[in-house]
């Protein structure tokens, strides 16, 4: 992988690799399979088997892995932090890379629920994304397959790389979550046309049964 090798060829291997990625980032809007499609690109350029892409759901005030964002879940067996978790704090604060492994003294800072949300998850590397001084979603990474640490040279590509994914995958929310409100816009028009059969029928039915009652009230006298 381009990672393992001189700096001219990590620049030529990355501009590629970058551009592959933006033609991919530009023709897909559903949020999942760009989860899919960034995941397994990453894995592939850092030979890492674990990914998270984490977003904020404000309904929840949590951050949620994107197959999970747009639900209501609250699980614990799945991955989230909380906007008051220490760790959110920390990423709001630095704006950066948190590599875990080569900081202890900020590990021991989390609760111990993150603690062990981070070991269990093997993860290694965390990116936040940053919108108007606020944590909008982060990636986190797991560690390389030969537990070298990340240097300053992948850092820098790997941010670009990260920054113009963030704009898709805001991009793709966006539009499922457009979806979502025109397909219950859709529903509730049909929902308020049937109503309004459902009204008038009444109506009509209503009308020759006042006449029928009247005329037996009438015959009946």
């Given at each position: 992988m381009f990672f393992?090798?001189?700096?001219?060829?990590l620049t030529q291997d990355f501009n590629?690799?970058?551009?592959e990625m933006n033609e991919s980032f530009s023709i897909i809007t559903d949020l999942e399979q760009l989860k899919d499609n960034f995941s397994a690109r990453l894995k592939e350029l850092l030979k890492t088997d674990h990914i998270y892409i984490l977003m904020l759901n404000p309904d929840l005030?949590?951050?949620l892995s994107v197959e999970n964002i747009t639900t209501n879940s609250?699980?614990?067996?799945?991955?989230?932090?909380?906007?008051?978790?220490?760790l959110i704090f920390w990423l709001s604060v630095n704006k950066t890379f948190l590599d875990v492994n080569q900081n202890p003294q900020v590990f021991a800072f989390f609760t111990k629920r993150e603690q062990d949300l981070l070991k269990k998850r093997s993860?290694?590397?965390i990116y936040p994304f940053i919108v108007m001084n606020q944590v909008r979603g982060m990636v986190c990474i797991g560690g390389k397959e030969d537990d070298v640490p990340f240097d300053?040279?992948?850092l820098h590509y790997l941010k670009i790389f990260l920054d113009q994914a963030?704009?898709?995958f805001e991009n793709a929310l966006l539009y499922q979550s457009q979806k979502e409100r025109t397909r219950k816009m859709y529903r509730a028009d049909r929902l308020a046309t049937l109503g309004e059969l459902s009204a008038g029928a009444a109506h009509e039915i209503r009308n020759p049964l006042t006449s029928i009652?009247?005329?037996?009230?009438f015959l009946k006298r």
């Open positions: 393992k090798q001189g700096k001219n060829d590629r690799f970058l551009s005030n949590r951050y609250k699980s614990d067996d799945i991955l989230y932090f909380n906007t008051s978790d220490k993860i290694s590397l300053n040279n992948e963030w704009f898709a009652r009247s005329s037996i009230q």
